[in-house]
């Protein structure tokens, strides 16, 4: 008898998540979060996308700023949600492919704690120095770096973040072992690079491309596969014969975990179908990002390298948060 009665519950259950899935989204606006203040690269991904995905799904969609300790408040937020599309998150490389492996205990698993729905964009990362700087590119500061050794310093927009592995990816591709310099953000770290207290700094395009184009910065060199069409002269560490440096950030959405299929393919496809207009593909290409989408099962196979990725490389610089 208590056997029929879990098995009736479990249709109960089963046929009650179909129902909603197939009503949704009509009940409430649908609320995004975005682990990052105001004004940075993952507000401006929320914010292009916002607009023509609701306008897509006939159903306001609300950002919903909760800031802190790199995007990880945010995501362990969203893993106590209710699977029922109307909580997902803008999702990046931090907090899902690197800062919970920093952690003595991780707070929640990126990889089995959220359904994937569609990745957004990728983006190269730029290495810069100071302009007056003597390196022409990234092979020319390591040597200078080599020839300086201990005198020689790269900063970070805080420890645990992509500048902070980015840099320690570099020290282990090349031998050296430059000295890590966080900072509370990147903006504080742009300025003391500038004001030439650092010598290295790398960072994703919206940060540094107005610095860049200013005259205030030079850059070295790009960690992705290909050139960036905003800096058209500057080299990737593979020209440079530096390809283990190679790396790109992330962006997409995801939601918690048991998300009913019929809401993740209806989101999915909406969100492809945003990332296909050209305006959308110019807003992103003008911060230095490229739109990358990809499908559920395509952005949870990617994530997935990208965790082993930095999870490897946390374990070999005994990297640890404290």
């Known amino acids: 008898m208590k056997k029929k009665k879990l098995m009736a519950g479990a249709l109960l259950l089963g046929l009650a ?38 306008e897509a799904l006939k159903q306001q969609i609300v950002v919903d700023y909760k800031p802190g300790a790199g995007g990880m408040l945010a995501a362990t937020e969203l893993t106590r949600a209710a699977p029922d599309g109307y909580t997902i998150l803008l999702a990046n490389t931090g907090p899902f492919a690197i800062a919970p492996y920093l952690q003595r205990k991780m707070p929640y698993e990126p990889l089995r704690q959220f359904s994937y729905i ?19 590119d990234l092979k020319d500061w390591v040597a200078w770096a080599k020839a300086n050794a201990g005198k020689v310093n790269f900063a970070s927009g805080g420890a645990g973040t992509s500048t902070h592995l980015n840099g320690e990816l570099m020290n282990q591709a090349t031998g050296l072992d430059v000295t890590h310099v966080p900072y509370k953000g990147s903006a504080p770290a742009v300025q003391d690079l500038i004001g030439g207290q650092t010598q290295l700094l790398i960072d994703a395009g919206p940060v540094l491309l107005p610095q860049i184009k200013g005259g205030k910065l030079k850059a070295l060199a790009v960690t992705g596969p290909r050139p960036d069409p905003q800096l058209p002269d500057v080299p990737t560490v593979g020209e440079l014969g530096l390809g283990a440096m190679e790396s790109v950030g992330f962006q997409g959405l995801v939601g918690p975990a048991g998300l009913p299929k019929e809401v993740v393919d209806r989101l999915s496809a909406e969100l492809a179908k945003v990332l296909a207009q050209a305006d959308i593909k110019a807003k992103f290409a003008a911060t230095g990002s490229e739109v990358h989408s990809l499908g559920p099962v395509e952005f949870f196979s990617f994530v997935k390298g990208e965790n082993e990725k930095w999870a490897r490389l946390i374990r070999e610089r005994k990297l640890e948060l404290d």
């Open 17 to 54: 998540t179909l129902s909603m899935a197939q009503g949704w989204p009509s009940a409430k606006p649908i609320r995004l979060i975005v682990g990052y203040p105001p004004g940075g690269g993952i507000d401006f991904a929320a914010r292009t996308v916002q607009v023509p995905l609701q």
């Open 118 to 136: 569609g990745q957004i964009s990728q983006g190269s990362y730029i290495a810069v120095t100071r302009l007056d700087h003597p390196a022409k």
